[in-house]
């Protein structure tokens, strides 16, 4: 069976992103850990976390940051 993908995201408060599945789950996903670095820590500016989108598989911001689909699914709760 292929894990879940995601089809769509909501950014919540305290860098957390609400997900939905194409199986119909909902979970959230804590960003934090992810936030480090040149370039993931762009995602500390709250009005660019706030514009990620889903593209039908993972999520993912406008300058190219995304997180692994495996992740978004296995490690949300």
Do not use: H
Not at 41 to 61: C, H, I, M, P, T
């Amino acid at each position: 069976m292929l894990r879940p993908t995601v089809t769509a995201v909501f950014a919540e408060s305290d860098y957390i992103l609400l997900l939905e599945f194409d199986n119909g789950e909902r979970k959230r996903f804590d960003v934090k850990p992810y936030i480090k670095g040149s370039w993931f820590g762009q995602l500390n500016d709250s009005a660019y976390f706030k514009s990620v989108r889903a593209n039908g598989f993972n999520v993912e911001w406008t300058n190219g940051q995304d997180i692994c689909p495996d992740d978004l699914y296995y490690n949300a709760v």
